[in-house]
């Protein structure tokens, strides 16, 4: 079924998925827009949102044994598991916290305050709550960072510039499973292979918040210790961040009740509304999963929607790069250069960094929105993207980033008004 150029979504089915979502084709005062910074934000499932609104209306506690509290219950169980289905994880802990970054800072702390070790290894294009927490940590615990630089022409970072920082007193790697900026993925399959060659007990936590919503996840297949991602950016709702953890990691020192068992994170009442909306976004990809397999497994058909949504994605992608409808690609508008665009299109997640000939990010993202278009610049005085693009030598880039939820017409309507700008910019 994979094609290194990706297959598209039918025409009938591309009208169900967004008429699935709020705001793809308007925005809420009903005008005409294109967003494409769902790298940012993300499109919202109306189911989600709808389960999030049924759900948190309850004023039941969850923690009772009356009918409606076991019935929150039984939505969290469901959403824990759903969580599993995403990961595919058999055991460990599930965590929610306010949001991925929560988790993220909770989990680099519990390993690098209770692991020896001297030193810690991650890398230049790390979100700044993974890289920032790996920094504090290490300043805290008298441990030596080690990063890994980032590779300009592919966006990403090579396994060999990782690995090769790890040895036998490396207390943590951690690693994003794809850049937000670039796009690029990063081979976590050989990365956790390689890094555990290196120290068989080493822990290792993923950054998966950018690239959960684009391509299936398998921690079977990737054994790692602990993971993140943030429901807000996979169609779901602000107000929760996703962690599992293995079993050794949970049991580590962490706050926690202390008449909890030692591999609860969860502090205080559960949220059953957050957990009822991982089930409608599983619902959702079940669903894309069960207009092309007989599955009766929900794991299976979840895997089956996440291969059928990165498929769509990479031929978008395909189509921003090289046109679509008569109108010309990124790769060859004039006044347009595209960054880190290296051919494999399955080392790419959809996001493309481009720049104009003689107008910088900020200006460009304005021209943008003036024309219904919405993205976002990056730029290397943000706190959020600075690190990364000093390390590409750029001081700056217009990030584009569709959702599956976008066809072949909007990547086309987006071309035409890049085209537009290019040429205002070229005649100022």
């Not at 094609?3 to 979502?21: A, H, P, T, V, Y």
């Not at 005409?32 to 934000?41: E, H, Q, T």
């Not at 990365?191 to 007990?201: C, G, H, L, S, Y």
């Not at 957050?274 to 669903?287: E, G, K, L, P, T």
Request: hydrophobic share 45%; glycine share 8%; net charge negative.
């Amino acid at each position: 079924m994979s094609s290194r150029q990706g297959q598209l979504f039918s025409e009938s089915l591309m009208k169900s998925i967004k008429d699935r979502f709020h705001y793809v084709d308007h925005d809420v005062d009903g005008r005409a827009r294109l967003f494409f910074d769902n790298a940012g934000g993300s499109f919202r499932l109306k189911s989600a949102l709808d389960a999030f609104a049924r759900i948190d209306a309850l004023p039941d506690c969850p923690e009772r044994i009356h009918e409606r509290a076991l019935y929150l219950q039984d939505i969290q169980a469901r959403g824990e598991a759903d969580i599993r289905h995403i990961l595919n994880a058999r055991d460990g802990s599930v965590y929610l916290s306010l949001t991925a970054s929560a988790a993220m800072f909770e989990m680099v702390r519990a390993v690098m305050e209770n692991v020896s070790g001297t030193n810690a290894v991650t890398t230049i294009l790390e979100h700044p709550s993974s890289f920032d927490a790996m920094k504090l940590y290490c300043e805290r615990t008298s441990k030596e960072l080690r990063v890994a630089p980032s590779n300009a022409e592919t966006g990403g970072v090579d396994v060999d510039a990782i690995v090769s920082l790890i040895d036998d007193d490396t207390t943590l790697l951690s690693v994003m499973y794809a850049s937000n900026i670039s796009g690029a993925k990063l081979d976590i399959a050989s990365i956790v292979e390689q890094a555990r060659a290196r120290k068989p007990d080493l822990f290792i936590i993923v950054d998966a918040v950018q690239h959960a919503p684009h391509a299936v996840i398998d921690l079977q297949k990737t054994p790692v210790d602990g993971i993140n991602f943030a429901p807000y950016k996979f169609f779901g709702c602000r107000g929760a961040g996703v962690a599992w953890l293995s079993e050794r990691l949970a049991e580590l020192p962490h706050h926690r009740l202390d008449a909890k068992e030692k591999g609860v994170w969860e502090l205080g009442s559960p949220a059953p509304a957050q957990f009822a909306v991982v089930s409608a976004i599983v619902d959702y990809v079940a669903w894309i999963g069960a207009q092309f397999s007989d599955a009766q497994d929900r794991r299976e058909l979840f895997v089956q929607g996440m291969q059928r949504i990165e498929e769509h994605e990479r031929a978008l992608l395909a189509l921003l790069l090289d046109g679509v409808d008569g109108q010309r690609g990124l790769r060859g508008m004039d006044g347009v250069r595209v960054f880190w665009d290296h051919d494999d299109l399955t080392r790419r997640d959809l996001i493309a960094g481009i720049g104009f000939d003689g107008l910088d990010p900020t200006s460009a993202v304005r021209a943008y929105e003036e024309r219904g278009v919405i993205v976002y610049e990056r730029v290397a005085t943000s706190l959020y993207s600075g690190r990364m693009l000093k390390s590409f030598g750029l001081d700056g880039a217009v990030r584009v980033s569709p959702l599956h939820c976008h066809g072949p017409s909007d990547i086309a309507g987006f071309l035409a008004v890049t085209n537009e700008i290019a040429s205002a910019s070229r005649v100022e």
